[in-house]
């Protein structure tokens, strides 16, 4: 946690000014979207096993296995 606030106020710093602004900005996006995801699907994991049931949008994936 304490390492994600570090690189987040490094990201924000680097992005307020100089030339590499725009790549440094790209990097962060590249690196929060796939975190997001993993978030998201330890949550979705976690309802389906606590609740004992499938989300509702996930039950082609649950049927194809």
């Known amino acids: 946690m304490t390492r994600a606030i570090a690189l987040a106020a490094l990201a924000t710093t680097l992005t307020a000014c100089g030339t590499s602004a725009r790549y440094i900005a790209a990097i962060a996006r590249d690196v929060d979207q796939p975190t997001q995801a ?3 699907a330890i ?3 976690q309802l389906t ?3 004992g049931s499938v989300p509702a949008d996930s039950v082609p994936v649950w049927d194809a296995v």
Do not use: Q
């Open 49 to 51: 096993v606590v609740h």
């Open 43 to 45: 949550a979705r994991l």
């Open 38 to 40: 993993i978030a998201l």
